[in-house]
């Protein structure tokens, strides 16, 4: 087959220009909505992960069940009362926490850990974990509160910037 192109009429990579920049615009606002569901940048505020993370660190944080959530990630996880309870508030009105897993469902139950939380068999039960601080001299994690459940994750810290 011969195709002959009359002089002065558009090429069909010329007519597919409009259809091809509406298909890139539409690919590129779908990857960022689906990073921006995926994705959270959290501020660092207090010393307890220090050295890793300081007072002001900025951490990308990707939206992780606690279900996935393995020993030696860190996490962000809604920050309980002082009692270890959770109240109902309002989505807005959480406060996280960031910490280390030290043990996910299956793990042997770390030392330090409450006595209420020792089992039967010595390992974390399914649907929680334990945390702690990197920074040892802040207790504000599973040696205060004993397990956490996966359902108060947010998520696991992907990389950090100051």
Same mark, same amino acid.
């Given at each position: 087959m011969l195709i002959v192109r009359r002089p002065g009429s558009p090429?069909?990579?010329?007519?597919?220009?409009?259809?091809?920049?509406? /298909?890139?615009?539409?690919?590129?606002?779908?990857?960022?909505w689906t990073a921006r569901r995926r994705l959270v940048v @959290?501020?660092?505020?207090?010393?307890? &992960?220090?050295p890793t993370l300081r007072d002001g660190d900025r951490v990308m944080v990707r939206r992780t069940p606690g279900a996935r959530v393995r020993r030696g990630q860190i996490v962000v996880l809604e920050h309980p009362d002082a009692d270890g309870k959770y109240r109902i508030q309002?989505?807005?009105?959480?406060?996280? &926490?960031?910490?280390?897993?030290?043990a996910?469902?299956?793990?042997? @139950?770390?030392?330090?850990?409450?006595?209420?939380c020792r089992t039967v068999d +010595?390992?974390?039960?399914?649907?929680?974990?334990? @945390?702690?601080?990197?920074?040892l001299s802040h207790p504000n994690d599973s040696r205060?509160? /004993?397990?956490?459940?996966?359902?108060? @994750?947010? /998520?696991?810290?992907?990389?950090? +910037?100051?």
């Open positions: 090429s069909v990579a010329s007519r597919a220009g409009p259809f091809v920049a509406i /298909g890139l615009v539409g690919a590129i606002s779908a990857a960022l @959290v501020t660092v505020r207090g010393a307890s &992960m220090a309002a989505r807005d009105r959480r406060i996280w &926490m960031i910490k280390r897993c030290t996910a469902a299956g793990d042997p @139950v770390p030392a330090g850990i409450p006595e209420r +010595g390992r974390v039960p399914s649907g929680v974990l334990t @945390v702690l601080s990197d920074n205060k509160f /004993g397990f956490l459940p996966h359902d108060r @994750v947010l /998520g696991v810290v992907v990389g950090s +910037g100051s």
